[in-house]
């Protein structure tokens, strides 16, 4: 997913301002100035979770924000470690146990959990998992 202006010429003011699976979508503009966007019509669909492993990919990046799609394997484990800046998961699939501090947590989907700067977590799922981790940078 990437999500760019159309540069080309703006004959009716219509600007692309991003692509979902090969697919532009297109805002017109009555200034002729690009109204961009990023957007995922089916988040699950980003990644597939791996038979074995995790797999993660950067969906957006800007000087506020990071968003990184996991998918999990089954009984994988991202073990124990802080984020130097407040974050957020979005568990979209499956299921795991979070840790959180000194506290454990069940995640299925729709769980979400924010988590302050420095907070020491852990994820291990129990069955293949799509979460959605936002980086909270400023």
Not at 64 to 87: D, R, Y
Request: hydrophobic letters at 40%.
């Amino acid at each position: 997913m990437i999500s760019i202006p159309y540069l080309g010429a703006t004959a009716n003011n219509f600007w692309i301002s991003s692509f979902v699976g090969g697919r532009a979508s297109v805002e017109p503009s009555s200034s002729g100035t690009p109204t961009t966007y990023t957007n995922f019509v089916d988040l699950a669909k980003e990644v597939e979770p791996p038979n074995d492993g995790i797999l993660t990919r950067t969906l957006f990046n800007d000087d506020h924000i990071k968003a990184v799609i996991f998918g999990f394997g089954q009984g994988e484990e991202l073990s124990e470690h802080t984020a130097s800046m407040p974050a957020i998961l979005h568990f979209i699939q499956g299921e795991a146990t979070l840790t959180l501090g000194d506290e454990t947590v069940e995640a299925q989907p729709g769980t979400w959990v924010h988590m302050p700067a420095n907070l020491k977590h852990s994820v291990k799922t129990k069955t293949p998992v799509v979460m959605l981790l936002l980086l909270l940078k400023k």
